[in-house]
C-alpha cells in the first residue's frame, strides 16, 4: 500500500536545518519542505494543490514566521499512481528568512559513495503513530539508504524507477507530515539535498522511498524552474557560485557554501563536518 509519509520515526527534535520548512495553507502546515534558493522551496509533488504559506522554525505550533506562497510548480511528469517524479517547487513572494540549502549536483548511483553512508532525513511528521501526536515538532532522523533506481526492492514498493531510491532500516523511519521533507548527503563536509519524501508503508515501521533531487532532476525540472522563478537574482542556486553574494553573516549564494566553512565571518549551516564556527550552536535562523 503506497502511504504518504506521517511522522519521523527513531529521530530526535532538530533545531540545526533552519532551511527545512513547513509547508500548507494559511492555517496550518501539512507537509514538510526545503528552501533551496531564496525565493524557491522544494517539496512533493503529493503536497501539490492549495500550498499557499510556508513557515519557519523548529516549533510549528508556536506563532511561526511564514511567507506566502506566489506561485507553485509540479513536475510534469508526476505520476499519481506510482509517485514517480514526486516533486513540486513553490516561489516565495519574497526572500525566506533563513539560508537556503545546497542541492546534491552529481549523478546518484549503487556504489559506495551512495549506498552506505549516512543520510539525515527531516520533516514535521507526528511523533507517535499510534496517538497522532506530536505534528508540528521538526525532528530528524539519520541512516543509510539500501538502493537507488531504478531497482528491485522488495518491501512495500516492490520496484522503484529512476526517479526514487529505497531504505529500510529497523525503528527509524520518515513517515504525511514529513511527505516534502528532505534527505540530505554529505558531500565534501557539506550536507547536499539528494531527496525529497515521498511514500512508505503503513504505519511507517519497514520502509519507504524518496524522490531524488540529483543531477537529473536538476538539470529537468529544478533549475529551469528556480532559473525562471528567480531570473533577476544573480544570487539564485544555479550551480555556480557568486562570491559577491556573500559578505556575511548569514550564506545567500548556497552553491558557495563549501568556501565558507571556516571562520571567516560568514555561517554556513550546511557545512556539517565540521560544523562552520561562524554557526552559533542549535541556530535556528528563524527568529524563534
Known sequence: MLTSRQRIVGGAVD????????????????????????????TAGHCHGGLTRVFFGTNLGRRSASVQVETSRRHPEYDPGSLQNDLTLLKLES??????????????????????????????????????????????????????????????????????????????NTCAGDSGGPAFLVRWGVERHAGVTSFGDDPCTLDGVQARTDYDQISRFIQPTIDEFEADNPCRADGLCDAS?????????????????????????ACVSPPDPDCAPDDDGAGE
Do not use: K
Open 15 to 42: 533545531t540545526a536545518h533552519a532551511y527545512v520548512v513547513g509547508v500548507g495553507n494559511r492555517g496550518r502546515a501539512y507537509c514538510s519542505g526545503t528552501v533551496i534558493s531564496r525565493r524557491t522551496v522544494i
Open 245 to 269: 553574494c556573500d559578505v556575511g553573516p548569514d550564506l545567500v549564494d548556497p552553491d558557495c557554501a563549501d568556501r565558507h566553512c571556516g571562520a571567516d565571518g560568514v555561517c554556513a549551516l
Open 95 to 172: 526572500d525566506a528568512p533563513v539560508q537556503p540549502a545546497p542541492l546534491l549536483r552529481e549523478s546518484m548511483a549503487n556504489s559506495r559513495w551512495y549506498i552506505g553512508p549516512d543520510y539525515t532525513f527531516v520533516g514535521y511528521g507526528v511523533s507517535d503513530g499510534v496517538a497522532g501526536t506530536g505534528f508540528g515538532m521538526r525532528r530528524a532522523v539519520t541512516f543509510p539508504i539500501l538502493a537507488i533506481g531504478p531497482a528491485q526492492v522488495g518491501g512495500t514498493p516492490g520496484t522503484i524507477d529512476a526517479t526514487q531510491f529505497y531504505y529500510q532500516v529497523p525503528a527509524m
